[in-house]
């Protein structure tokens, strides 16, 4: 199994800021999945994060919206840049350990 | 390509009846198949999962699911709902083959309602 940790739990930001959320697991994991959760809606893959190398964005994402980072093997960072409204959402990291896909608690993002 | 169609957005029961919540997949080669619960201001959490194995699956709280390739479903039940059974619910799918390296597929999930 694998353990997820996110921060901050929950923020409420200003439009045109950026937020970093951060992305703990307690063992090391090949790859790491960024999801966004719209409000009353259901779970959409922003991109994958390998550590080494860029992370792959899914269609509709872009790099200079959402810079993900992936130092090591146990820590993955998404940035939420230049926000607006549409953009208040939950972010969900998750990794793949053994045959199960596990998530992390969210983050929950209002923006102003 | 995979995809995942959920029957019901909103299912209410009543305390004590029977829970199924309908998940139907699409996918051209062999599928893992997962169920996931959501909790109010909460994240994901696995209920039961289908890899290969056994094709009647019994996970946590009492859910059970059964992968049926020629009815391309893999429904959610539960013999006897509790108040803390309300949630949202979302079925998943991937590919056996490469997961782990591709996203899952989510459905539009379900949110259950339980009448006390």
């Known amino acids: 199994s694998a353990v997820i940790s996110q921060k901050p739990s929950r923020d409420i930001c200003q439009r045109g800021t950026s937020l970093t959320i951060q992305c703990q697991v307690d063992?090391?994991?090949?790859?790491m999945f960024w999801y966004r959760q719209q409000p009353g809606q259901s779970l959409t893959l922003i991109a994958t994060a390998n550590q080494g190398s860029e992370a792959t964005y899914e269609s509709g994402f872009v790099i200079d919206k959402f810079p993900i980072s992936r130092p090591n093997l146990t820590f993955s960072t998404l940035t939420v840049s230049n926000m607006s409204p549409e953009d208040s959402s939950i972010y969900l990291c998750?990794?793949?350990?053994?045959?199960?896909?596990?998530f992390g608690p969210g983050t929950r993002l209002l923006v102003l | 390509a995979q995809s995942v169609t959920q029957l019901g957005s909103h299912v209410s029961v009543s305390e004590g009846a029977l829970v199924l919540l309908r998940c139907n997949y699409s996918?051209?080669?062999?599928?893992?198949l997962f169920w996931y619960v959501q909790y109010p201001n909460q994240g994901l959490q696995l209920l039961l999962k289908?890899?290969?194995?056994?094709?009647l699956v019994k996970g946590i709280n009492g859910f059970e699911a059964e992968f049926k390739k020629s009815e391309t479903s893999f429904h959610l039940t539960k013999p006897s709902a509790h108040m803390s059974d309300a949630a949202e619910y979302f079925c998943?799918?991937?590919?056996?083959?490469?997961?782990?390296?591709?996203?899952?597929?989510f459905g539009t999930g379900t949110r259950l309602t339980i009448i006390p």
């Open positions: 063992s090391q994991v090949t790859m």
């Open positions: 996918s051209s080669v062999p599928p893992y």
């Open positions: 998750s990794v793949v350990a053994g045959k199960t896909q596990y």
């Open positions: 289908y890899t290969s194995a056994a094709t």
């Open positions: 998943a799918v991937s590919s056996a083959a490469n997961f782990g390296n591709e996203k899952l597929t």
